[in-house]
């Protein structure tokens, strides 16, 4: 008897165990014990030094949010029957031929720097205030608390270049800027190959106050819009406005390709005409394609044009 009553116990003990051990694998799962509820548990941050494709961190210094494009290939350029179109008298620069070109990976900014942005900049000293001609429908815009969270312009490359730096980051290259807005199989557009519409981008549309305005888009804005006022229109890594808004400066000296980080065109220090990529609100839907590249001398600046940083690190 007395032996029966120890084997009970243990048997008991041993149960006893076992329901601990479920209770803790189950609140590790995200259910209650003793209810019929489970909750889906949010994703574990990735640390800093292991982001996925998408992850996002915020600039301490300007509170841009950032956006992660891993490493790997990409195509780059276009074989689309749109890219072998001329443009006469025309700065558009050829995209051809296409290539694939690897990257390490890299942060980009989720937005346009906004003017609220840049102000803090000038405020700290480190940069010049824009030239306050303000933009094309407007009579006043940077220093107009009303546009604070619309991007940036009549910046000149050296002062975009100067506000990456102060804000700990640098211009993206023009290969890193074309990855992040079409991702790595050489779509169309940032948001893939459908055609544009008011709701994916900023562009010259009915409401745009120049003669080739395109009355069968509507989005909304006879001008520059808020950064990310365009969700339609994100990148496959989650950027925005990288078709229309504002043109964007890039760190790279404009070149042909196939592209080659390695032949010079990398160089902050060397002079030339530096790229620029986007497409503008005052520009029609052939510009909006991921794969166009403009160019100006550094020393240029209008109301169309501004920029977005980025990082190695």
């Keep these: 008897m007395r032996k029966e009553k120890i084997f009970s116990m243990i048997i008991l003990l041993f149960g006893m165990l076992l329901s601990a051990f479920r209770n803790q694998d189950l609140a590790v799962a995200g259910v209650t014990p003793g209810s019929d509820s489970v909750t889906t548990l949010t994703t574990i941050p990735q640390p800093a030094d292991d982001p996925t494709a998408g992850s996002t961190r915020v600039s301490e210094a300007d509170q841009m949010e950032q956006v992660f494009v891993p490493a790997g ?10 890219a072998k179109q001329t443009i006469e008298g ?14 390490d990976g890299y942060w980009i ?10 102000a803090l900049c000038v405020a700290d000293g480190d940069c010049q205030p824009p030239f306050t001609f303000g933009s ?23 002062m975009a270049r100067a506000y990456c730096e102060w804000a700990g980051r640098r211009l993206p290259t023009e290969a890193e800027w074309e990855k992040a807005a079409r991702g790595t199989d050489g779509q169309k557009y940032t948001w893939g190959d ?15 106050p120049k003669s080739w305005a395109n009355f069968n888009f509507d989005d909304g804005y006879a001008d520059t819009a808020p950064v990310g006022s365009f969700p339609a229109g994100a990148s496959p890594y989650g950027v925005m406005d990288m078709a229309g808004n504002v ?20 160089d902050l220090d060397a002079s030339g005409e530096r790229s620029w990529r986007s497409g503008a609100w005052n520009d029609g839907y052939w510009w909006m394609r991921a794969s166009v590249r403009y160019r100006s001398v550094p020393n240029y600046w209008y109301y169309n044009l501004g920029f977005r940083c980025a990082s190695s690190e």
């Design 194 to 208: 459908d055609p544009v519409s008011g709701e994916r981008a900023n562009l010259c549309d009915a409401n745009c």
């Design 90 to 103: 025309g700065r558009a620069y050829p995209e051809v031929p296409q290539n694939t070109v690897y990257l």
């Design 73 to 82: 290939e990409f195509i780059m350029g276009s074989t689309d029957i749109e």
């Design 247 to 266: 043109w964007e400066w890039t760190g790279t000296l404009i070149q042909d390709y196939p592209y080659d980080p390695s032949d010079g065109r990398e």
């Design 109 to 118: 900014d989720k937005y346009e720097v906004t003017n609220g942005q840049y």
């Design 136 to 158: 094309h429908t407007r009579k006043s815009y940077y220093d107009n608390p009303e546009f604070s969270d619309y991007p940036v312009v009549w910046v000149k490359w050296g």
